[in-house]
T-cell receptor, first 110, second 117 residues
Framework: RKEVEQDPGPFNVPEGATVAFNCTYS??????FFWYRQDCRKEPKLLMS???SGNEDGRFTAQLNRASQYISLLIRDSKLSDSATYLC???????????FGSGTRLQVQP | EPEVTQTPSHQVTQMGQEVILRCVPI?????FYWYRQILGQKVEFLVS????????KSEIFDDQFSVERPDGSNFTLKIRSTKLEDSAMYFC???????????????FGPGTRLTVT
């Protein structure tokens, strides 16, 4: 079983739509969670950390369900510039190495 | 806004040659990392470095790889004898030390694309 699993997509949505991505992780000792975005052939860029109580940053909302080992990212009012691959990332307790999912590709269309 | 920088942006080398990839982490960061991403695949952890020593490494980081902080600003990854399968994008990252906080946010450089022929 993969450590971090994501639906690869692509998700094709119109501008202004709301879109949600899900991610599951297999290691119950995972302690820190992040969403990164990656544009084609570019570096991963930190989008947001995911807190246990859930958190929001503008149009982006992240949720964590430790019992189900599940993380989500909601993007409201999608913009063309949101088109990218969204990477779910976890860190296991006692480590600093980031474990990446394979990413979910989002294409926002005009 | 401070950022991680990497040189070169693209390196082409022949199989069996040694390569050194260079990184300048964000200046007040104390943890440094190397990751790689083979084309079309996910980002994979190679090694982390703190206080002038390796703190963690993956199975990928075998004896042909080494890291060094030769001075106060640079952080390097050396591949001694490159193989075709070493062709990938290599990303350097850095993070601040955190005390009493479980969130270790890492910031990535733009990467070095290594092509082994």
């Amino acid at each position: 079983r993969k450590e971090v699993e994501q639906d690869p997509g692509p998700f094709n949505v119109p501008e202004g739509a709301t879109v949600a991505f899900n991610c599951t992780y297999s290691n119950s000792a995972s302690q820190s969670f992040f969403w990164y975005r990656q544009d084609c052939r570019k570096e991963p860029k930190l989008l947001m950390s995911v807190y246990s109580s859930g958190n929001e940053d503008g149009r982006f909302t992240a949720q964590l369900n430790r019992a189900s080992q599940y993380i989500s990212l909601l993007i409201r009012d999608s913009k063309l510039s949101d088109s990218a691959t969204y990477l779910c990332v976890v860190i296991t307790t006692g480590r600093r190495a980031l474990t990446f999912g394979s990413g979910t590709r989002l294409q926002v269309q005009p | 806004e401070p950022e991680v920088t990497q040189t070169p942006s693209h390196q082409v080398t022949q199989m069996g040659q040694e390569v050194i990839l260079r990184c300048v982490p964000i200046s007040n960061h104390l943890y440094f990392y190397w990751y790689r991403q083979i084309l079309g695949q996910k980002v994979e952890f190679l090694v982390s470095f703190y206080n002038n020593e390796i703190s963690e490494k993956s199975e990928i980081f075998d004896d042909q790889f080494s890291v060094e902080r030769p001075d106060g600003s640079n952080f390097t990854l050396k591949i001694r004898s490159t193989k075709l399968e070493d062709s990938a994008m290599y990303f350097c990252a850095s993070s601040e030390p955190t005390v009493g906080d479980s969130l270790y946010e890492q910031y990535f450089g733009p990467g070095t694309r290594l092509t082994v022929t």
